[in-house]
T-cell receptor, first 115, second 115 residues
């Protein structure tokens, strides 16, 4: 069985603040893939990043960074200097090697960035 | 360079009627997925197709739900005898091939309302 938990239902910050979205996962697979998707008010899920279980290097892309720690089964997402356009629901998701190709999503975190 | 498209964007139907939802994947993508997003259940996997292989139907919630993929491209999700609990946004995604090391790209979804 697989599970993804995003404990933060809603986060509200003021523009230019840094914000971290937490993601904790459970899987029995030793090979698995982790994802983050953004769902803006328009509704379309936008792919942000994919990591595989053998690559624990942190990744930075502009104002976005991801911290993958297998020891704590976490894959956290940080937005630096947040902007109003970052307001969206963010989903963490998992595919385990033995679970086919289905994405298992967390509950999502609603991020609101206020001007 | 079109993305995943879905039609209709909105569908309102009466309880007991059948509905068909359509998905056009990204050209050249061999894997196609259906998910459902509802308030109570979050984002749930329904079914996926990979090439000519038998689809993984393990996420379909009841035998009222079925899906086809014709010619390895367009897919139709059919819900028979709709119930109010079927009200949700139905999301289609495609990837180059199935598997966790390929990101899934999502369409805008079809919002289904069952009265």
């Amino acid at each position: 069985a697989q599970k993804v938990t995003q404990a933060q239902t809603e986060i509200s910050v003021v523009e230019k603040e840094d914000v971290t979205l937490d993601c904790v996962y459970e899987t029995r697979d030793t090979t698995y893939y982790l994802f983050w998707y953004k769902q803006p008010p328009s509704g379309e899920l936008v792919f942000l990043i994919r990591r595989n279980s053998f690559d624990e290097q942190n990744e930075i892309s502009g104002r976005y960074s991801w911290n993958f720690q297998k020891s704590t089964s976490s894959f956290n997402f940080t937005i630096t200097a947040s902007q109003v356009v970052d307001s969206a629901v963010y989903f963490c998701a998992l595919i385990g090697k033995t679970s086919g190709s289905r994405l298992t999503f967390g509950e999502g975190t609603q991020l609101t960035v206020n001007p | 360079g079109a993305g995943v498209s879905q039609s209709p964007s909105n569908k309102v139907t009466e309880k007991g009627k059948d509905v068909e939802l359509r998905c056009d994947p990204i050209s050249g993508h061999t894997a196609l997925y259906w998910y459902r997003q509802s308030l109570g259940q979050g984002l749930e996997f329904l079914i996926y197709f990979q090439g000519n292989s038998a689809p993984d139907k393990s996420g379909l919630p009841s035998d009222r739900f079925s899906a086809e993929r014709t010619g390895g491209s367009v897919s139709t999700l059919t819900i028979q005898r709709t119930q109010q609990e079927d009200s949700a946004v139905y999301l289609c995604a495609s990837s180059a091939v199935a598997g966790g090391n390929n990101e899934q790209f999502f369409g805008p979804g079809t919002r289904l309302t069952v009265l």
